[in-house]
């Protein structure tokens, strides 16, 4: 299977990740059960501070490791656990470790220029996940920067040491440094703080962006990772505004211990998203089995839904190759981009015959494996709905041909039935006029026996000429359907009819004209059969709206038994009925009566014709 621009998918973990995982571990625990035994030693704190410290060190080695096993092409679990690795190394420079001697004094000043290294790797952690890797630009500019400032911030903390405790100590109590200047120290420490604040709210604008611009999968799978993220980040922002200007003031000595229990609290759920979203993702892989279960005997008009559920991306699209673009399942046109986002695009089956293309949440790239192992289950299947597709667009095609046909016929009979009007019936009327000038010029005259006879049989000749030009014209197409709509056309029927006729016709909108011209041959048919063939004594007609369907009902009380003959007008309305996509019914038990139903298209008018012209009263 080839598919163009779909990343090829990543190898699996070599030797190298395998092991380096595991080391960093158990490198980790080490130096956190290190950190412990300093702790309790030497530690200035409580219990309380030292174990909500290593808890939290603990749950990013524990979190990154089984990242690293759950998702092993992705770099994210070696991210994760290289910073839990991180943060129990300098852990010691928070330890107010109280003893003499040079080798703690050594631990804890190496502990603080570790400290300088949280920030860089802990926002390139943040700003890689899901994936791995910092794919936009604002991202990689955030944690370039950021490594930038963790490399000053080591030399400055090198040279200058942080600031000095005046009274008990809370961090490093005796730090090593270049030079012995308090106040040197002081600075160093708040310009540290004040960078730190400014480069956490640029990495969190960054995060809050890339929520925003996401997709509805890549949302679902960023909303907890990334308010874990925020508040995480708001919080060290926080506590080092408070080192920055000295605060928190007297009359709030426990402000910073509950920022400081928040910020753990908040540092702590972090890893526990980054591992649950993985899970999850994970877990779309797992529906895959499903798929695979289910896809023999699945519809092809379920297929898409499948799809959608198997790669957790309820927007998904299938597209299927047909001549001169591409269909939906229904076989509806689809637009798809001559030039695609490799992204969002995936082709299923070889580039110059392919099944399908899916077209999909970018985040998918993420998870070759779940792309490759859905594209290749559901290939055949996909093979399949297309062949259907195809027919269905085929078919679509056919439908809009024979409506084409249908909306031709009604133009043609609209335009002899004005050719009619105009033409025709305006000179036999001129005749008539004729005639009648002529009768009132032998008034007083002496004539021929003969001659009135003759002019009152040619009028009368003529008006009746007249009367069927008349119904021809209206079989054609009634005027009055054009020019007042469909139900003055039905009662016209209903008055012209021989056999009683009960109407019950809403107050119908303007509809398509040749939905209402199907209307109104129905009903022109049927009543046109009752009373030649059905022997029928009254008949009912209904026309109204169903939801989006224009219902004819024509019901008699005749012989019934009828059916549609293959030259038959009911054979004629058949095929314009289903020309627009409708369906006609015949109910007809002999001795019961006929009932025929139209169902049709409730179509808004198209834009109107020019009125026709009035109708003309009978002449003589």
Not at 547 to 562: C, H, Q, Y
Request: charged content about 20%; overall charge neutral; hydrophobic content about 50%.
């Amino acid at each position: 299977m080839e598919n163009p621009g779909f990343r090829a998918a990543a190898p699996a973990a070599g030797p190298a990740v395998r092991v380096a995982v595991p080391v960093m571990l158990g490198t980790g625990l080490a130096v956190v059960l290190g950190d412990a035994w300093l702790a309790a030693r030497w530690g200035g704190h409580g219990a309380v501070f030292y174990t909500k410290e290593l808890v939290q060190v603990t749950g990013w080695l524990v979190a990154g490791a089984l990242v690293a096993r759950i998702r092993p092409r992705s770099p994210m679990g070696v991210l994760m656990t290289l910073l839990g690795l991180l943060l129990a190394a300098d852990a010691p420079a928070s330890f107010a470790l109280a003893a003499p001697g040079l080798a703690l004094r050594v631990m804890a000043t190496a502990g603080l220029l570790l400290t300088a290294l949280q920030l860089p790797l802990g926002a390139h952690v943040f700003l890689a996940y899901p994936s791995g890797a910092v794919r936009d630009l604002a991202g990689r500019a955030v944690t370039a920067a950021g490594y930038v400032f963790g490399a000053v911030s080591v030399v400055l903390l090198a040279v200058f040491g942080p600031a000095r405790p005046d009274g008990e100590c809370r961090d490093v109590c005796a730090p090593l440094s270049l030079t012995s200047d308090p106040d040197a120290g002081r600075l160093t420490t708040q310009a540290l703080a004040a960078g730190t604040v400014v480069f956490v709210l640029a990495g969190a604008s960054v995060i809050v962006r890339r929520f925003l611009r996401a997709g509805g999968r890549e949302r679902r799978l960023l909303l907890f990772p990334t308010a874990a993220m925020i508040i995480a980040a708001v919080l060290w922002a926080s506590i080092n505004l408070l080192g920055a200007v000295h605060l928190p003031p007297a009359g709030a000595p426990g402000a910073e211990s509950v920022l400081a229990a928040a910020q753990f609290t908040s540092l702590l759920t972090v890893p526990a998203a980054f591992l649950l979203g993985q899970l999850r993702e994970r877990l779309d892989e797992a529906r895959v089995s499903d798929l695979v279960r289910g896809i023999a005997v699945l519809p092809a008009g379920r297929l898409e839904a499948a799809l959608a559920a198997a790669l957790g991306d309820p927007q998904l699209q299938v597209a299927y190759p047909v001549a001169g673009g591409w269909v939906d399942g229904t076989g509806a046109p689809v637009p798809v981009p001559e030039a695609p986002d490799p992204r969002r695009f995936t082709v299923v089956g070889p580039l110059d015959r392919p099944a399908a293309v899916l077209l999909h949440d970018p985040t998918l790239r993420d998870e070759p494996r779940l792309l490759e192992a859905v594209a290749a289950t559901a290939r055949l299947a996909l093979e399949n709905a297309r062949l259907e597709a195809e027919v269905r667009a085929r078919l679509a095609e056919v439908r809009a041909s024979r409506a084409r046909l249908v909306e031709a016929g009604d133009r043609a009979r609209r335009r002899l039935e004005r050719d009619l009007h105009d033409g025709a019936q305006q000179r036999m009327l001129r005749i008539g006029v004729a005639l009648a000038e002529a009768r009132d010029e032998l008034r007083g005259t002496v004539a021929a026996p003969g001659t009135a006879r003759l002019l009152d049989e040619a009028e009368a000749e003529l008006r009746e000429a007249v009367r069927e030009l008349r119904e021809l014209a209206r079989g054609i197409h009634p005027a009055v359907l054009t020019a007042r709509g469909l139900r003055p056309a039905v009662e016209q029927l209903a008055l012209r009819s021989t056999v009683p006729v009960t109407l019950d016709v809403a107050d119908l909108p303007r509809l398509d004209r040749t939905v209402e011209a199907t209307a109104y041959f129905v009903a022109g048919e049927a009543l046109a059969n009752a009373a030649r063939h059905a022997r029928a004594t009254s008949v009912r007609v209904r026309v109204a709206l169903d939801g989006d369907r224009l219902v004819v009902e024509v019901e008699d009380d005749g012989i019934g038994g009828a059916a549609p003959g293959p030259d038959s007008g009911l054979a004629g309305l058949l095929d314009r009925v289903a020309a627009l996509d409708g369906a006609l019914t015949l109910h007809s038990p002999p001795g019961k009566g006929t009932m025929l139903t139209a169902e049709l298209p409730a179509h808004p008018p198209a834009p109107p014709l020019p009125p026709a012209p009035p109708l003309e009263p009978p002449c003589g």
